[in-house]
């Protein structure tokens, strides 16, 4: 899965004053255990900064969490 990242307006539109990042997403099966691969690209690195600041790596760290356990449950 591809798809582009980034904060929206009142109205729906993408915010161009706030960063935007591209993701690849993909998951497959490796033998009795999924593989969750991700990609993500900024356009340059004070969009990447800019995210971090944001708290994106705490939110993204307990994100990942919840996914291992909706995971654990489709054995």
């Keep these: 899965m591809i798809s582009t990242d980034g904060f929206l307006d009142e109205n729906g539109n993408i915010n161009k004053e706030m960063p935007q990042s591209k993701w690849k997403v993909n998951f497959s099966s490796l ?9 993500i ?3 340059d690195f004070a969009q990447l900064e800019n995210t971090l600041d944001l708290g994106f790596k705490e939110g993204f760290t307990m994100g990942l969490g919840n996914l291992d356990v909706s995971l654990a449950g489709h054995k």
Aim: aromatic fraction near 8%.
């Design 31 to 39: 033998e009795k255990n999924s593989l969750v691969e991700i990609e």
């Design 41 to 43: 690209a900024f356009n």
